[in-house]
């Protein structure tokens, strides 16, 4: 339920079209709601944050899954996101929400019945150095994309051939808002960085091997970036630099 | 050197009014500048990326920063910020620019021949957890405000006693960019980014003992939050939170 | 055998209807006993600590489970727990112990032959942050309602959305134990403990990915938590959890 | 302010004896207080967890401390504890507190203007592996005690010699509730917490060298305890040991 | 080839019954022997160490374990151990040398045509904490009595209840050499430490979960064990404990 | 595209033999190629850096490295490396390039279509200290071997029978570049590096078990050298260590 | 107290020359001793262990030290150390004892008021890698030494140079134990431990810098070894090794 | 003693100019010399590696680092390096070596008596990423210098200003080696490898703070270079890139 849909139930009260009980009933929910004891989904956060809760796919069954989709689809037309969700429990979700997407390399499932409506005339940007990093860079894109951004994406500019980024130079100078997708080393995000005045969203990712450390290496790289208009999120977090892209993308700086 | 000072070069050479070598010797110091050896600063970066280049104040003697400051005022009246820089260091730094003021608590040495300009009508809060966390919070809040914010700040609300944070309930809510400072487990963010849409940033502190592993603990926290717009620098880099603060309230979204 | 069952053989022996011989044999087991060179079962442990030994499915063949499941219910017909159980080592025992009952979320099986005597007036509340959670709060819970206490439950109430929480204030301030199981950054315990007097138990979960490290940034943040009425168990430790709170729910203080 | 006083303003303002306004003045406070911009003291703690808001010294100084302080003595005479300070910022606030007594190997400070009332007939038994640990021993006597609680302590009992510590099995089994504190291997918790149905708080020490790492091979060894009634706080937290420990040796379990 | 054999040949050359060439072409693989390119045989070691080159079997395939084994037996009828073997790589080696017996548990095979010759009058005792820890104890238990020592053992006597360990208290202090192996905390080596003047092999297991971390909780315990008489091999290195312990029991102190 | 074959073009149209057009549209790939948004080929790398991009399997898919090799084989005859490349994908490679050799061993795919020409009067030995090391080595070796370099090698000569390698003395006296590729404990590249001057690149392998943490043990080995004439790559990065030789033997010292 | 202490004590009461209540009175301090509240001597150590307790300096103030060395050399005549004891600590004891020497580089303390008697035909080798390794071989001689040991010392024949160490080799290959001492890579146990059938024990130190991280580099180092009669102490541990070799080298194995 | 010193000797025995009990004398030493039983000098290695034993001064006595000196000069005229000297260690052998430098940031002390010969027509370049770094690259920028290298410098030219590294391209791509030192995220090495076909040395500085680890952050980001013309020296270790880079620098590749 976001704010539209609250106002609108308030005035068919104010018009008399809504009964306080039916109102009552649905407001009741508004702040959560429990799920066979297992879930208590939050319903309130579209009006707080602006979005509604999304499902973290990962040690959640199918059935745990639809049962949090089919309460927040009961309350709101808002977006539906699932993340890291396999292939395999993506299928059982789709037979009850046919309508639902499952991007493969992102893992994720979109349930979207109406087209995001654009809230901010920024753009955000997602870079990835390599192309193994590129399931990462898509869920961020997805994310910020299903929240309501203009998204653009240039992939594999790594900086062992650092003329490939600077072919992007006027794209990159353009964005908004940057997130930058990097695994090994994780040196693109200060590069990138280093040329721009917008805020960049570093993701370590996972990618490498030995002293790559599963994605320790890249995300100590990104702390402690020499440029300084750079944050980190978590290692293989797409989700979460496209969440904190479109909150920042859309932030209330000329009220 | 900023973009401003750049057209007046450039308008007075159109005029006549500056010689084409004089203009020149101004210009070639603009893109960098070699130092006796020891240091290449970048006077091209207040036109790239809208702020002059800061010292990292740690491992430089004080005669590399007085050099360093010297070149930077000569060529530009922006303001000069000297970070992580010694109670000794700065006292002799003082003697050569008695203008600059040294901010003992948060390390900081800034040298600012004229108030900064505001460049966007967003606001900037500093929370900070402890009382123990307040020198990392000021370096966050100085840099900030060095840099054309409006900031404001809330001290000592961590999640122990959590209806002190509801308190400023309102005054949160209404931030454009939340900066959080916490140490210990670091849990403040992921609750303060929970209750707003806005932009967190979370700066993890070496505040604690033992497995706190000097900040470690509190980064962790931070990085692995479940509230999503969330992103994180590194551990008492409170300069870095406010630098990607103002690099966020002064994005270009609405072009 | 626990301290009742040891008067029992001992009255009999007074009143001569146990011969001593007999008793003999039952009492030399009471130690521990030698299970063909693979355990030594500790039967004294339900009288020197108030519960018998429970056995560590993890790394133990079904053979090995059988064996001292046998041992233990020939000599006593106290609760014996079999934690960290597969599903398949499950069925094989089961065939031997049809009243044996495998909880699969929570990797416990469990041969009750009579219902737990509750041993304390308190009562011991287990949380979860998140959904995903459950599996290791449901070991806690079982494992403190075997041990004779009584025992609630609320799940799915994270830092995210701390209104879901505080619903639940009275349910929480009226706990004796309380028990938080939290993955991630581990943020709920320290919010929780800082609402009630009550000793909590946090237990860090492996939930999470990337920088949470299998559970390490959870463990930390519970360990540098500011409340100060709480210890922490290992990674995943339902088990211990629930033993913990039942020691704590019966402690002698007020002899 | 604790439950006591705050009816005791309730029921002058009942009889008439204290105006609204004095009453109001005095009540506004109760909630938290902020002192100059660097605290909010959480007055209202004693109310909600049945002891003050407890002082970390660490990264304070003397001058914020007496200001802590002040607040909290003008608004209770409850014991106010002040941990983790040092030998010289401890002189400076004796000058202004001379009743407040300094304990140098626990470096606490302790402001008692009444012996604390014992609010449980329980007892707490602290034990130390060696002599070396004693200070962080100390510490969580002298919590413990000052939280109104029955305290004992043997010290230097390691598993080196494991006879020191069977000749105290009459003490060990007797403790409502025992701390054990021990650095190097941290192996002691594990064999007292055989030896009893009790709760144990095990609390590693910073003591050892090389691959004790400050205190984790102690902190490991106490997570991965074999004996289940056995739970951590963090390395050195003494203080932290004795506050769980009161709060378990008061309890209402028998409600 | 070890010093008796070398011995015969010689004196054999010496008698005439063997010709200097037959000798120089076996004295000349005495050195190492160079396999298809992929092994460097060391068929020197048992003469300057007392026992033939053992072969480590994980990352081998099993046609170079058998190449291997082959140039040994070839040269020598001393025993062959073959480590880290998996169940479906021995089956294909016991194909060429069916005498070869496969340990599952301890993942040895062992070639061995004739009895271990006895080589001291000390005998070796292997204690190991629990049930799970004993795949880890037999592989001691192999290598020391294909060694030729005299080796009892001791299962499942962890620390929590430590009256089972001192029911074992004669044949512990009896051993010459004691094997300790514990996965956990790792206290078990410390306790037996504490009762003996014999030298104790502390060997951690990767038996736990959590902050076990794959057996560093235990090795870090063992490494800092508060009893002198320990040191310690790699996790899970029940092999090499057992030649450790045969190397002590065999010394020659005594010439 | 290597220098050889820029020049070619550029003579062609010097000679009007190549139309500016058909120039143009070849030189405009060289700096590098977009396939299809997921790979941005940096076709100026082998003019940059003497020898072209290689290909990174892992992460990969089969097309995604199909296409790679198309464009990488229609803009250039150089040899195209694949490391890291699974049998399945290989398998799939191989139906479109059957003139591509994989080696199993070293999961390395090959396409040569003309011998390699020798570039370096030197020659580069790589040494394994096991024969569970030679996957490593064996990728170093084809690395070093496909650029244009003698190569030899010399596998198993571990440190536990040091006289293997002392056997090859003048091999490794007389090479101008080694490669020392171990696990365990890393040692050999300190010895190997002591007895010669020329440079030695240190490989540490993954293999081992528990405290060898996945070759941590030996990258921290290598990186402690005592001796100084050495330097390390990542863990199993054999194609690193081979590249890096390359480069060595054939620098530019004598112009 | 030793065994002979012990026996004539008990042969005096039998001849009656000694009073059953002064025996009493010597027998009962023999278990354990309380000293002041702050230590717990096990006198009943040297009978047990063959060697008196030791005092392990760091973390007790002189005052302590006294008072421990008072209990001991009142109750026997055995040799008394102290390890990790300061100059300044140091100079307070031999205050009081001013037969004790005090070892600066070892930073031991003994009081030996006679000359230990050797109690093993057999000799212990104490090798160091390097110069700044000597006071930790020192610590290992002088610990060894004093419990009754031949010892010998090689020192700075580290494996950059390893024919200074073969130079050394029929003293090796004499000895009965050999105590390695290496920082940096420790690469050196493996490397004599090939050599000879004797066991070595290894002590990592902390010699070194950057990645040595204080000596874990040199401990995994030795952990790992491929020689397989090694086994290792903690970091910086001579004395631990001392006394390890020495219950090496007095083994009963010829009983 | 260097191979000429060692001809000259042999020479003169031919001609009768030096009898045989005076270069008997004097090639004794050439092995190694035992210096007061703390030192093991390897003259040989001169020979072996040419260039003569260097000395590590940190955790050596400024009496012990003389007397190396000595015996070094003694034997031979080759420059004689020592690092990680203090400077109060340096004031000490100042006194015994008036003709030794000491350079104070690079804390190097170098006695060199006469120029050290060039070895090489090619040029080793030493890149720093800022001006903190600037001691561990004066470091590397001594020894190469010592051991008879054409060397040059950059310094601060760091990521976050790229524009700064390629003005400096043609030099960058001139030089045969090149030594690239930053400390923070340690990108710094794979841009420049990027850019060249020479063999880079990368040396992680431990300048940073927070998650900078001292220099791991810097580590992991160079062994994870996606430029494979990388290899890796320890945190800080300018001494050993120096060395490395001579060694590369004076290979034998066109015999």
């Given at each position: 339920m976001n704010e539209k849909e609250l106002i609108f139930i308030l005035e068919n009260v104010a018009k008399?079209?809504?009964?306080?009980?039916?109102?009552?009933?649905?407001?009741?929910?508004?702040?959560?709601?429990?799920?066979?004891?297992?879930?208590?989904v939050d319903h309130h956060r579209a009006i707080r944050k602006g979005f509604p809760e999304?499902?973290?796919?990962?040690?959640?069954?199918?059935?745990?899954?639809?049962?949090?989709?089919?309460?927040?689809?009961?309350?709101?037309?808002?977006?539906?996101?699932?993340?890291?969700?396999?292939?395999?429990?993506?299928?059982?979700?789709?037979?009850?929400?046919?309508?639902?997407?499952?991007?493969e390399d992102a893992k994720m499932l979109?349930?979207?019945?109406?087209?995001?409506?654009?809230?901010?005339?920024?753009?955000?940007?997602?870079?990835?150095?390599?192309?193994?990093?590129?399931?990462?860079a898509k869920e961020a894109y997805l994310t910020a994309k299903s929240m309501g951004n203009h998204v653009n994406t240039i992939f594999d500019v790594g900086v062992a051939g650092i003329h490939r980024l600077f072919a992007h130079r006027r794209e990159i100078e353009n964005a908004s808002v940057i997130i930058v997708v990097a695994g090994m080393e994780g040196a693109l995000p200060s590069v990138v960085a280093g040329m721009v005045k917008a805020p960049v969203i570093a993701v370590p990712t996972s990618i490498g091997y030995g002293a790559g450390f599963g994605g320790i290496a890249a995300l100590l790289g990104m702390l402690n970036s020499c440029s300084s208009n750079v944050a980190v999120v978590n290692i293989d977090n797409g989700f979460g630099a496209g969440y904190m892209a479109s909150s920042i993308n859309q932030i209330r700086n000329h009220a």
């Open positions: 008399g079209s809504l009964s306080v009980e039916n109102a009552q009933t649905q407001l009741k929910k508004m702040a959560f709601e429990d799920i066979d004891g297992y879930a208590t999304v499902i973290f796919g990962q040690g959640k069954t199918s059935d745990q899954i639809v049962g949090i989709m089919t309460a927040m689809s009961n309350i709101s037309d808002e977006v539906v996101l699932v993340t890291r969700i396999t292939y395999e429990k993506a299928l059982e979700v789709i037979k009850v929400f046919p309508d639902a997407i499952f991007h979109i349930l979207s019945r109406k087209e995001p409506e654009i809230r901010s005339n920024g753009n955000i940007l997602v870079i990835s150095a390599g192309t193994s990093d590129i399931p990462i």
